[in-house]
T-cell receptor
Framework: RKEVEQDPGPFNVPEGATVAFNCTYS??????FFWYRQDCRKEPKLLMS???SGNEDGRFTAQLNRASQYISLLIRDSKLSDSATYLC???????????FGSGTQLTVLP | ETGVTQSPTHLIKTRGQQVTLRCSSQ?????VSWYQQALGQGPQFIFQ???????GRGNFPPRFSGLQFPNYSSELNVNALELDDSALYLC????????????FGPGTRLTVL
């Protein structure tokens, strides 16, 4: 079983749609959680950290369920510029070593 | 941008050769992590350096080695290159402020022929 598993995708959605990505992690001792965004042939960029209480940044909402070892990302009112690969990332607790999922590709269509 | 720089941008090598990739961390960051990202996959952790010492290693063979310098810049060395080493190599810097946020450089795309 992979340490971090994500929806396989790809997701193709129209502009303005709401889209949700899910992720599960295997290490119950994991300390911190993130969503990164990666554009084609570019480096990953931090989108947002994920907290147990849930957090929101504009159109983006992230949720963490430690009991189910589940992380989600909700994007509302999708824009063309949201097209990218979204990476679910977990710190398993040792020296800030990040474990990445394989990513979910999102394409927002006009 | 993140302030993390990497060189070179692209590199082509042949099997059996050796390669050195370089990374300059963001100002104020003393930790550098290296990742390998194969096509269609998420980045895989190679190792991390903190204050010039290796501070954790992923599932990579010993022919992957590294260094961190007093100014916190870092090198990744790969010996005896194999075709499967073709990938995007990313470095990420972070600080010792208790957060886990890592900031990535633009990467070096290595092709092994």
């Amino acid at each position: 079983r992979k340490e971090v598993e994500q929806d396989p995708g790809p997701f193709n959605v129209p502009e303005g749609a709401t889209v949700a990505f899910n992720c599960t992690y295997s290490n119950s001792a994991s300390q911190s959680f993130f969503w990164y965004r990666q554009d084609c042939r570019k480096e990953p960029k931090l989108l947002m950290s994920v907290y147990s209480s849930g957090n929101e940044d504009g159109r983006f909402t992230a949720q963490l369920n430690r009991a189910s070892q589940y992380i989600s990302l909700l994007i509302r009112d999708s824009k063309l510029s949201d097209s990218a690969t979204y990476l679910c990332v977990v710190n398993p607790g040792s020296a800030r070593q990040l474990t990445f999922g394989s990513g979910t590709q999102l394409t927002v269509l006009p | 941008e993140t302030g993390v720089t990497q060189s070179p941008t692209h590199l082509i090598k042949t099997r059996g050769q050796q390669v050195t990739l370089r990374c300059s961390s963001q100002s104020g960051h003393n930790t550098v992590s290296w990742y390998q990202q194969a096509l269609g996959q998420g980045p895989q952790f190679i190792f991390q350096y903190y204050r010039e010492e290796e501070n954790g290693r992923g599932n990579f063979p010993p022919r992957f080695s590294g260094l961190q310098f007093p100014n916190y810049s870092s090198e990744l060395n790969v010996n005896a290159l194999e075709l499967d080493d073709s990938a995007l190599y990313l470095c990420a810097s972070s600080s010792a402020d208790g957060t886990d946020t890592q900031y990535f450089g633009p990467g070096t795309r290595l092709t092994v022929l």
